[in-house]
């Protein structure tokens, strides 16, 4: 165990819990009677996290636990962190959840398939359950190695919110107003043990070199209290995000308003008539926010990513395609769409019973079919009612196919739907699960373009047959 110099700027211990309580009460980190699992590495910053939150248990009303998750990347070394742990629960009399993961055999960046890892076993334990937390050892130093890793890689604002104090998955960070000086103090002041990771020493990761190298230089030449102002700035971009999250901010005006709103077979579309008039400001986070939704998350996602959709949006051709990381982003007409690249398959014909109410291919909206009595529907109806006796044929509700055509009542010859589609401005992707109600093979009705002139009720008697489309519900609101 390394001779850990002083700093001129640690707090006593009691200081150190008293400062931790009250980031706890600043955020709101734990209700009443929680169930707290802290997340021990072993090494310093947790094991001092376990003490604090030991300390303070049994006067904030806390039931106290501890897991470990045994990486397997240091062989013996994982092993005995792993039992140090185990033996420091015991020692505590606290309830132990421990795991073993090989994070070397998983598919993908080392640093990232830890961290998958560790949220799994973190979601494990708390099993959904709304009174529990599960809080982590990160602090001040993280917090600052994370915000300037970010701006190294040209991070947006929301990046610079660094490490969230706490997050929707039920995690937080009470250490996060502590420095790793003040913790090491505190080890020492109480004569505490803990495991060092050899790893933490190695330059071959990013994080460390910021840590060893580039941040001791910015305080030794530039600002002593570098890591301070890193964190205040992470602190304040945390409070701005917070805000442009809530009922009060644009962003929620505009989500009512459904200018991103979900789209055919997952995505979110966005009306580009109405995203361009947005300022530039609010326009980048409602793109953020709509690839969060369609993706499940901003991974791999760039400032670049999201200036290219913008410049999508602004360009006055109405085609054109972008493929980012996990999302396939489509311009047509008026309209982007943002989804998971995916291969649809093509809607699915239902055979219909009249009367009756069935759900289109799309899953936007109701299709209904009801029976109106003898009298001749009015001029405004006419679009949506035909004469019942010149269905002869099953009635059936399927999607699109390339090659549909008929012709509309109020249209003097047969079309193909691909030419009205191009009239009326339908973007491409919502075209396949476009409902289409047909009579056998002939189409009898189809959505904006009505029913086909052959079936109209001009000079037929009723009993008639009236087709209309109804929205679901909520079909259309942004989710984000």
């Not at 400062?19 to 600043?26: D, E, G, M, P, Q």
């Not at 939150?53 to 501890?66: I, N, R, S």
């Not at 330059?203 to 580039?214: D, I, P, Y």
């Not at 291969?343 to 009367?355: E, F, G, Q, W, Y």
Request: glycine share 8%.
């Amino acid at each position: 165990m390394p001779d850990h110099a002083l700093s001129d700027h640690a707090l006593p211990d009691h200081a150190v819990i008293a400062r931790v309580a009250k980031t706890i009460s600043r955020y709101n980190m734990l209700p009443a009677n929680c169930r707290v699992i802290a997340a021990v590495s072993g090494g310093p910053d947790s094991v001092c996290l376990l003490h604090v939150l030991a300390e303070l248990a049994p006067q904030m009303g806390l039931q106290l636990e501890v897991a470990h998750l045994n990486h397997q990347l240091r062989g013996a070394e994982s092993d005995a962190d792993e039992d140090f742990v185990r033996a420091l629960a015991a020692t505590l009399g606290l309830r132990f959840h421990g795991a073993r993961v090989d994070v070397g055999s998983r598919d993908s960046n080392l640093e990232q398939a830890a961290r998958g890892a560790r949220l799994e076993f973190f979601q494990s334990l708390m099993q959904g359950e709304p009174s529990s937390r599960v809080a982590t050892g990160h602090t001040r130093d993280d917090q600052a190695e994370t915000v300037m890793l970010r701006i190294l890689r040209g991070s947006g604002l929301a990046g610079l919110a660094g490490i969230h104090p706490v997050t929707e998955s039920q995690l937080i960070r009470p250490l996060l107003d502590i420095s790793r000086a003040e913790i090491m103090e505190f080890l020492r002041a109480r004569g505490l043990k803990w495991h060092e990771d050899a790893s933490n020493l190695s330059m071959q990761f990013a994080r460390n070199r910021v840590r060893h190298a580039l941040l001791p230089q910015l305080k030794a030449e530039w600002n002593p209290q570098f890591a301070e102002a890193l964190a205040q700035l992470a602190d304040l971009s945390w409070e701005e995000e917070r805000w442009w999250s809530s009922d009060a901010s644009p962003l929620a005006h505009i989500q009512q308003a459904g200018i991103p709103q979900a789209s055919v077979a997952g995505g979110i579309e966005i009306d580009v008539r109405s995203f361009v008039l947005l300022p530039p400001a609010i326009a980048r986070r409602v793109v953020r926010r709509a690839i969060a939704t369609a993706k499940g998350n901003l991974r791999g996602i760039d400032f670049d990513h999201v200036e290219r959709i913008l410049a999508l949006a602004a360009q006055d051709s109405g085609d054109g395609r972008l493929q980012l990381p996990g999302l396939d982003v489509r311009r047509s007409f008026d309209w982007i769409r943002l989804g998971i690249p995916v291969v649809l398959p093509p809607a699915d014909s239902a055979t219909l019973k009249i009367p009756g109410a069935y759900p289109s291919p799309d899953g936007k909206s109701f299709i209904h079919l009801e029976i109106l009595g003898a009298e001749v529907p009015c001029a405004n109806l006419k679009a949506e009612v035909v004469g019942l006796s010149r269905i002869v044929q099953d009635v059936s509700l399927r999607g699109w196919r390339p090659g549909d055509r008929y012709r509309p009542l109020g249209e003097t010859r047969v079309r193909k739907l691909k030419d009205m589609f191009t009239d009326a401005r339908v973007p491409s992707w919502q075209r396949r699960y476009w409902p289409m109600v047909m009579s056998g093979e002939t189409i009898l009705w189809s959505r904006q373009f009505g029913v086909a002139a052959d079936f109209s009720v001009a000079g037929q008697a009723g009993p008639f047959l009236r087709i209309s489309e109804v929205k679901s519900q909520g079909n259309e609101s942004f989710r984000g």
